[in-house]
Every structure is written in C-alpha cells, then in structure tokens.
C-alpha cells in the first residue's frame, strides 16, 4: 500500500513523499512523487491504491494530470468528438454512431491523456494495447470496477474502430499548427480476419432458396421482396422507391435510384440522396418487374412512396424484418428444409451473385449496385470468382492462339460473328524492336470529322448524336431521360403510346463502325445548361399577333445550337414569311432573360412594319 514519509529540507521546510511498489509486489519496483502539502499528498496516495499501486493514468510525474497541464481541447475526448463534428459526406446516425464508439470504446482508455506528442501524450504502445484490450473483452482504466464484462469484438470491428481512432489521430498531425509528429495508430498490428468469418456474415442464395424464402412471404411484402432481389438495391433505396423513378434506358424499362432513407443523429428517419455519388444511377430492370411497379404507381402522386408499411408511411426495416422476413425463413424451414439464415441485406449479396454466375463482368455489377469503387466490388464478392476459372483460361488460350475455340462467354453473348471477317492473325511473338513506338504524348485531341469509326450514336428527341466514346454517350443518354422525364410521364398519362414515349426519350448508345450523318463526331463531355426562353409576334402595325408565351424553362445541351446557350441572356429579332416580326429571348439568369425580354419586344415592335415578306403576302392575296 502506497504511504506518506515526511522529510525536512535543509532550509527547514517540511515536504510530502508518497511512496509505493509498482504493483504493489514486494520486489517491484519503488516509485515515489512529492508534495509540498500534505491534503494533496493524501490525495494522490489515495488514487495510486485505487489504481493497483500504479501511477494513476493521465498524470506527469513532477507535475500533476495532464488536463490540468494542457488546454482542454487538447484532451482527448473533446477533440475527437469535435473532429467528428467537422466529418462531411456521412449521415447523421453515423455521426451520432461515431460518437458513441468514442463515448463507449475509446475514451475509457484514452480520456485522461493528450492528444498531442509528448509526457501525458497517446503513443503507439497504448493504442496497441487498446486494440488488444477490445480483441479480449477487457475492462479499460476508466471502467467502473464493478462494470459487466466488455464484448469480445471481431477483426472486422476491431478494424473499423480502429480506423476512425486513426482519423482522429490524424487530424491531429495535419492540424496548423501540427499538435503531433506521427499518427500512433500507424503499424498498429491488428486481429488477423478470417476468411470463414467473412464468408459467416454474408449469406449468398441460391435461386431455388430465393424461390422458396418469396414463396412463404405475406402477400403485402412480396412486390418489395422481389424488387430488391431483381435490382440488389439496399433496404433504404429500395423502400424509397417513388413513382418518378420509373424510367426507360435505351428503350428499355429501367428505375432511377436518387434518393434513400437516412437517420439523422436523434435516430429519426429522414429522405436524402444516395449513399455515394455513384448510388445515384439508373439500371435497367425485366418488364415483368416494369409492369408490377407501373401497376402500384397507378393512381399515385409522382412523388409518393411505391411501398407502405402495414398502416401507411414507410416500411420500417424492424418491423419488416419481425413481421415478415423472419416468419417467411422460419416457414422456409419448416416447408422446404432451408439450413441458411439470411438477414435482409443477404438479398442484395444474393442478386451480386446470381450476376457472377451469369458472367456478368464486375464493372457492370459494380454499376448496378452503386458501388463507389471496383474494388468494393471485388472485396465482397471476388472469392465467388472462382467459379469463372474455366472461363478466363479460355479467353485466355483465345487471345493467345488463334486456333483456339471461341470462349463460351462470346458465343453465347452473339458477337462471336464479329471476327469472321477479320483477317487471320500470325502467332504471337514475345519481345518487341527499339524504336517501334512513337512517343504521342502531346498530340491534342481533335473533333473527329466524318469518317471510320467507332462511333457511339444516341437518338435524343429523334435526332442521332454521335460520340466517339461510349461511356460519354451512356452518360449523355441517362441524363437526357432524367431531364425529360417529367414531360415523358404527362405524356404517358395523357395515354400516349410507348413508341411515342420513346422517341421522345434517348435510345442507344447503339454502335457502328462509322458516322456518315451530319456535324462532327463528340469527343468530349458536351456542356449542359438550364436556359430559359420567350418569344413574342407582332403584326405588321405593331400590335402583338397574341398573347405573349410566358418564359419557358429546360435543360439544353451543346450538340443543340437552335436551343444551347451558356450567356446570361441574348435576343434576336426574326421576320416571318406570314407577315409577323418574332422577339425571341434566351439565357442562364431569368431575371436577365425578363429584362431582355422586354428589350427585345420592343425593338420587334419598331420594326414589325420592315418585314420583307410583307409584298409577297399581299402579293398571295
């Protein structure tokens, strides 16, 4: 037990040491810590017993705890939770989330200590440490002795945690002035994840056990079931599913994903945009699926929920999940056997790998499922990849050889024809001559003019546009529908047919070997602007031949000169063959178009009577 020894100094002066073995064992090792008060000395004494005889956490030896040395925003607590505070890009229950690990797992063993380098600073070995301790399940400093054991946390976990303790840290580093050199969450060595425990968390499908789950589902669940499984869409997307979002992508019936629920930081529900940037986008779904989602739109504002829980409102994942998924495995168990214990998310793994045994290529999965990044992609799904071993030997043994079979993926995919007219190709020879490649660095790229191609036509509104880059005029395609979708959904309301719809829509891409249309080929992104319009007419004596049109509103693209303007606001004046004098106004700022608008009325007014066609209509008389 930790004691009080009093000494005099040679100036006659009195002072306190408290004294105590390390650990409290007869050969540790003996530390001591003066006062010059003995209500302090009492005091620390009293902590180092009730710290098992070790220096109590936080404090600096010579010169007390670390809070009362530093500012307190340099403690740990307050200044992780005021760099979660700063995080943009994540929900509000996720920042709430990070907030409780903070509270619950870190602070308990790193509260008393600074964030900044130095004596009362975090260093590598606590944090090692921290890691351990969450890997074991052990108490932390600050525990309350009598506290119930802590979860043993699996890699994974520990592994998340870890990374936001290591973002914490580093903004640490990076702050101006910086509060620390290095970030002590680096060579951090961390639990060792198991590919079976992986394999344990995702359960993957197979079509028949898909068939059986929907089978037992109640009827009011089974159109949000199917949906999510025929799209992989997450919970939140799925159920946030608007009439509006019913779409067409290259002619065929696709959804729209731009918006999802989110949590914000009290728990509460609340609609927003997509996880990422690239949740936001467009797939294509079957027309079976197309005709059930049109059928529960019919009669629906464009911007209500397709689906509802049990008393109107959305579905809440719980409930969902307690009063309808659940018995629906349950059922599958007992009526079919079922061994698998899918939870709901399962289903989006579920539809990622009925793609990977189609073999559909990951680029296009990463797509549909909204994936911020192939290798997303790949970490989730890559070990069902060995599936497609024979496959990629063969496309391999293809490129190679020349006398080798087609791989089953081209065959079956219908361009095994397009190499018919190639001419044969010489066995590969490995190596290569100096000086064979020339350097094309610096060559600026150039409007491809007609010629060969291949070219990337679109069919916007009825006219072909053509690009030189795939993925630029996929991009275009999507964008126009989203644009026009509004006037495509009156159009289809007012009971036009769908090949009208279409027209009106994009169509394509749609591949040829070259463009001998009109204009140059797109070799860049073309600009977009929201440009507003008017036009006015006036007779011949000045007066307007009707009512003023109000402005008009839409996007415009570049490849549409009669529409696309990047200027505030322009006007023009045109004489018609008719015998009127049209004012036409356009531009990006409506409050610059109004005035405009009124510039160009004006001068149609003065000169409605110049009109050159005005001889030939009286002529026609």
Not at 259 to 272: I, L, Q, S, V
Request: with cysteine; charged share 30%; proline share 6%.
């Amino acid at each position: 037990m930790a004691y009080i020894k009093n000494r005099e100094r040679s100036d006659g002066s009195v002072y306190f040491t408290v004294m105590w073995r390390a650990g409290g064992a007869r050969g540790g090792k003996q530390e001591s810590e003066v006062f010059d008060d003995l209500d302090p000395a009492e005091r620390f004494k009293d902590l180092v017993n009730g710290h098992g005889q070790q220096w109590p956490p936080g404090w600096v030896r010579g010169r007390g705890f670390v809070q009362d040395l530093r500012g307190p925003d340099e403690m740990f607590e307050p200044f992780a939770m005021k760099q979660i505070g700063l995080l943009t890009g994540i929900q509000g229950d996720t920042r709430a989330k990070y907030r409780r690990l903070v509270e619950q797992n870190m602070s308990p063993w790193f509260k008393s200590f600074s964030i900044r380098d130095g004596e009362g600073g975090i260093n590598r070995e606590m944090v090692q440490r921290w890691v351990n301790d969450l890997e074991k399940g052990a108490l932390a400093l600050h525990d309350p002795k009598d506290r119930k054991p802590r979860t043993k946390y699996k890699p994974k976990t520990i592994m998340n945690q870890h990374g936001l303790l290591h973002a914490i840290f580093q903004a640490a580093v990076d702050a101006e002035p910086p509060l620390r050199a290095t970030n002590p969450c680096d060579y951090t060595k961390l639990p060792r994840e198991d590919g079976a425990e992986d394999e344990e968390e995702k359960v993957f499908l197979e079509r028949e056990e898909w068939a059986w789950i929907y089978e037992c589902m109640a009827e009011d669940a089974k159109d949000l079931a199917e949906t999510m499984a025929e799209t992989g869409f997450r919970w939140g997307e799925a159920t946030a599913l608007q009439p509006r979002d019913l779409r067409r992508r290259n002619g065929r019936p696709a959804i729209r994903v731009q918006r999802a629920w989110k949590r914000d930081e009290e728990g509460k529900p609340y609609m927003g945009p997509p996880k990422t940037k690239k949740s936001r986008r467009t797939i294509v779904i079957t027309h079976k699926l197309d005709r059930m989602l049109r059928r529960r739109a019919q009669g629906l504002a464009k911007d209500v929920l397709l689906f509802t829980g049990p008393e109107g409102g959305k579905w809440d994942a719980g409930t969902f999940r307690r009063l309808r998924w659940l018995p629906a495995i349950e059922l599958a168990v007992e009526k079919y056997g079922l061994i698998k214990k899918p939870r709901i998310h399962d289903i989006r793994h579920s539809h990622a790998s009925w793609l990977i045994a189609a073999k559909v290529p990951l680029p296009a999965i990463q797509g549909r499922l909204g994936h911020e990044s192939i290798t997303t992609t790949i970490d989730d799904y890559g070990h069902l990849l060995d599936a497609l071993d024979d496959e990629v030997m063969a496309a391999v043994d293809w490129a190679m050889d020349p006398n080798a079979p087609l791989p089953g993926f081209l065959v079956h995919s219908g361009l095994a024809d397009a190499t018919k007219e190639l001419p044969a190709m010489p066995h590969q020879q490995s190596g290569g001559s100096e000086g064979s490649w020339t350097d094309a660095s610096d060559l600026v790229q150039a409007t491809r003019q007609n010629g060969v191609g291949p070219v990337f036509v679109v069919t916007l509104g009825g006219v072909e546009v053509p690009f030189a880059d795939r993925q630029a005029a996929q991009d275009v395609a999507e964008q126009w529908n989203d644009d026009h979708a509004d006037e495509m959904e009156a159009m289809r309301a007012e009971g036009c047919s769908e090949n009208k719809i279409t027209r009106h829509g994009a169509v394509g891409p749609v591949e040829r070997s070259e463009w001998t249309g009109g204009g140059a080929v797109w070799t860049r992104m073309p600009d977009r602007q929201f440009v507003h319009y008017g036009m006015a007419s006036f007779s011949p004596d000045g007066t307007l031949a009707y009512e003023p049109r109000p402005l008009t509103s839409r996007w415009a693209w570049e490849f549409e000169p009669d529409s696309f303007t990047a200027k505030a606001a322009e006007y023009r004046t045109e004489h018609r063959p008719g015998g009127t004098t049209e004012a036409h106004v356009r531009g990006i700022n409506k409050a610059a178009v109004n005035r405009a608008y009124d510039e160009a009325r004006a001068d149609a007014a003065k000169v409605c009577f110049r009109n050159p066609y005005l001889g030939s209509v009286g002529a026609d008389a």
